[in-house]
Nanobody, 116 residues
Framework: QVQLVESGGGLVQAGGSLRLSCAASGRIFSIRRMGWYRQAPGKQRELVARITSGGSTNYADSVRGRFTISRDKAKNTVYLQMNSLKREDTAVYYC??????????WGKGTLVTVSS
């Protein structure tokens, strides 16, 4: 089992920045990838950014160039730096991890609200 706890959400004005954190615990040695997903009201959950155990990253087109995913292996923590936030970035952001057994783990989510 892997436990994920997000933090860092909140209210920010358009154009502002936030940094989300996701702390992992449990069977962290089994993690293959970690990422951030988001779900806006009335919409499906979508991938925002992902980082592999080897450090490779990928981003949704809508956030590329504005968001950066990174990790601190010593702290077992993944971050999502969000810059130039837009109203359409408003959503609940979920941390996700998967392992080589194709098991998925999710955090409870953290709300990001971008005001105009």
């Amino acid at each position: 089992q892997v436990q994920l706890v997000e933090s860092g959400g909140g209210l920010v004005q358009a154009g502002g920045s936030l940094r989300l954190s996701c702390a992992a615990s449990g069977r962290i040695f089994s993690i293959r990838r970690m990422g951030w997903y988001r779900q806006a009201p009335g919409k499906q959950r979508e991938l925002v950014a992902r980082i592999t155990s080897g450090g490779s990253t990928n981003y949704a087109d809508s956030v590329r160039g504005r968001f950066t995913i990174s990790r601190d292996k010593a702290k077992n923590t993944v971050y999502l730096q969000m810059n130039s936030l837009k109203r359409e970035d408003t959503a609940v952001y979920y941390c996700n991890a998967d392992n080589y057994e194709m098991e998925d783990y999710w955090g409870k989510g953290t709300l990001v609200t971008v005001s105009s």
